[in-house]
Each structure stands twice: as C-alpha cells, then as structure tokens.
C-alpha cells in the first residue's frame, strides 16, 4: 500500500468553524496558525469603524473597496470573530467583539505612533538621556548647571543623571559606559578611546587664613607667595595635570608643601586652621568658609582648565548632541 503523503508544511489550508449563538453568528473557531496581525490591519480595521461604510473607508484609505472587505475578513479570520455586521451592501455596524477590539486598536495605534515619534527623536539627538559625571569646580561655577538648562530649553525630552565624580573615576567610567560626558580637570592627553576640549579657563585665587599679612591685601602677585607653607591636594588627585600651585610658581621652583589633602573641602579647612595657604580655580570663591581669606593671584602662567571629556567617535545621537552643543558654550576669553 502506498504510505500516507507527507505534510507539506510550506502549504496549510485552514477552515474556520462559524459558531453561531442565538441564531447570530458571533465569531469564528480558527485553528492555529502562522499569520501575524500587521499595523495595516489596524487602520483598515479603525477606518471601516469610523466610516461604517465600506465605500468611504477604501476611498480615504486610497484603496478599493474588495480590497478592503478581503483586509478585513483577513483580520477577521486571524482574530476568530466577526467584527462587522452588513446592515446594506456597503453600511456596516460594530458587533460586540468588535467595539472591544476598537478600544485596543486605537490605544495599539496611538502607542504604534509614540514609538515612531521617539525613535524619530532620539536618531536627531531629541530624546534619551544621558549619564554626566562633574567635578567640583564646575559645580561650583554655575558652568554645569548652566549648561544643562539651556540645553535642555532646546532638548526638553532628554533626561540627564547627574553624579559628582574625580577626574579619574570620570575616565574609568565613561571608558566603560557607565558616563556619558564628564566635566574634569583637563589634562595633558587623553587617555585611550577618550577625546575632550577645553570648556573654561578659570583665573586662580590664593586661600590665605584670615590673620596672615597677605589677608590684608587686595591683590596677591606669585612672587609674594613663593616663600608660604602650601596645603596642596593629594598626589593622586595632582598626577598629570597642571597643578593650581605649580602654575604659580617660576620654572624650577618647588613649592614648600607642608600637608596634602584628600579633596578640596578638607584642603579648605587645613587653610583656615592656618596651617598654610592654598591656591584654588575661582569657582570655590563662592564658598563661604570661615577663616578663609580669598585673593585674587596677578600675573600667574597658568590657569585652572576645565575640561568636557567624553568618548571618541560617540554613536549615540542624543550624547553626541550634547557634546556639539557643549562644545559651543565654551569660555576660553
């Protein structure tokens, strides 16, 4: 005897079983199969039920009208339920299942076009958000803060998360993802796979304990603080970079550094319990210490660089939009 034909699975012919209530026809039995609603369906579906008229539907659909009645009997046979009932041969009305497919349709579509609409935004660099690590003295300048409202004025669907960081950590951090853009002491180069510019160039400022004779002066010249016990930061926080104190002092002249802090705030305080001066970038002016005697430094060769640094040949549109703009705000005068 001949074996039974295989199954060609390329080829499946499948009958809906009507199933009828009440002597209405309230919905189809389908076995299941390969076929996928599509967003298409969607619309013909919601064009028919604002309509309720076949005719009108094709035409604002730009389609013909058995087009249109194959779509959706299609989509009828995918979801085992009748959705229309003909009151004439064009005018249709919604049955039951199918004002409860409408509400999910509208909402299915109304979402359908938010998707679009974002990812839209996000490939021009509109939405997403975006990691920023800072140091103090861009806190305290106002520069970050600043920077991040008008952005944001133009870009007011991005979000940003927002975390104080060293300027080492910022360097680990956006090498492995976890930051976008940091705001840093700028250094020498930067390391591997990381680019960055210089976004402000801050004049540096001697901290002097109230009580020493420099306190009573307005101005502080380098030469008048080469001979001063000095409270520097600590060697990790210095190591190549230009430091503040370095940048005052005459070439091949080491300051006296009589302590090292651990960070600025700690430094802060060795000044003002006088156990010597300091030399610090403008924006920790505006921190009211007691003890604490700022002075403007004339004449110095350098001056205290802050820097946006972020990753080489960033893909995402959004950071990439940040960086560009950034890049425009920059203060070097």
Known sequence: MPGRPKSNSALKIVF??????????????????????ELRHLRYFMAVAEELHFARAAARLNIAAPTLSQQIGALESM???????????TAVALTHP??????????TLRQAAQAEMVGRQAARGHTGSIAVGFILSAGFSGLMSSTLVKFKKTHP??????????????YKAIADGSLDV???QAPKR???G?????????????AIPEGHPLAARKKITPAMLLEENFVALSMELETGFWGNIAAIMPAGVSPRIVERAPDAFTLMTLVAAG??????????????MPGIAFRKIVGAVGTADLAVVHRKNETAPVVAAYIDFLRSQARLG
């Open 157 to 170: 669907d991005v979000t940003f998360q927002i975390c104080r960081m060293l300027t080492f950590a910022q």
């Open 182 to 184: 940091g705001f840093s």
């Open 98 to 107: 199918g004002k409860r497919f409408l509400i999910e349709a509208q909402a």
């Open 275 to 288: 156990v010597g001066v300091s030399v610090l970038s403008e924006p920790f002016t505006h921190i009211a």
């Open 79 to 89: 979801l085992g339920a009748k959705l229309f009932t003909r009151k004439t041969k």
């Open 190 to 192: 930067y390391p591997s």
């Open 16 to 37: 809906a079983t009507p199933k009828v209530i009440n002597g209405v026809l309230a919905f189809y039995e389908v076995p299941s199969h390969n076929v996928s609603m």
């Open 194 to 206: 990381l680019d960055g510019f210089i976004i402000s160039r801050q004049p540096l400022w001697a």
